[in-house]
């Protein structure tokens, strides 16, 4: 099988979601949010999908700077999602929260002391019927601060295998 590799610097730049639309209702307001709904006990790696999760293995690596772009940002809650190999948020039944719109792709970090995270997942596949690349969605928590929303990551043709 072939393995995706990509690098993604992170700076902490990104759109607020404010408290209210951070609200615990059966589903928030905030259609892109998930700090909220984040384990106590994070590492630096989130896995997404498990070995049985049918599609092309893709590890995601990088580094979190602060907004100087030089100071790596320690401890920040990174919040991912993305589809599965049909375009489509895939469920399991009993969803609560934002796991009702994110399906059960998703997962949750913090940057390690260096800044750095680590996703291993599978390659998206773009949505159905719509003209948008594959993406995954990224919200970034530093502590002490709204949760933010990195408009997405996309991936192209030019990808390189390894």
């Known amino acids: 099988s072939r393995l995706h590799c990509a690098s993604v610097v992170l700076l902490l730049a990104t759109t607020a979601c ?8 059966p589903l928030p307001s905030c ?45 920040v809650l990174l919040y991912a999602y993305h589809t599965d190999t049909t375009g489509t948020y895939r469920m ?11 399906g059960v792709l998703r997962g949750w970090l913090r940057t390690g002391a260096d800044g750095r995270y680590r996703i ?7 949505y159905p019927a719509r003209d948008m690349a594959a993406h995954i969605h990224i919200t970034i928590t ?9 408009d997405r990551i996309v991936f192209s043709l030019s990808l390189i295998h390894i």
């Open 18 to 25: 404010s408290p209210a639309a951070q609200s615990r209702s």
């Open 31 to 75: 259609e892109w949010c998930g700090a909220a709904e984040a384990p106590t006990a994070l590492s630096s790696t989130a896995q997404l999908a498990n070995a049985s999760e049918p599609g092309e293995r893709l590890v995601i690596t990088g580094t979190l700077y602060r907004i100087n772009g030089r100071t790596p940002a320690a401890n």
């Open 92 to 102: 399991r039944g009993g969803e609560i929260g934002n796991a009702r719109r994110h």
């Open 120 to 126: 291993e997942t599978i390659r998206p596949a773009p």
């Open 142 to 150: 530093p502590n002490g601060v709204e949760e933010g929303y990195v």
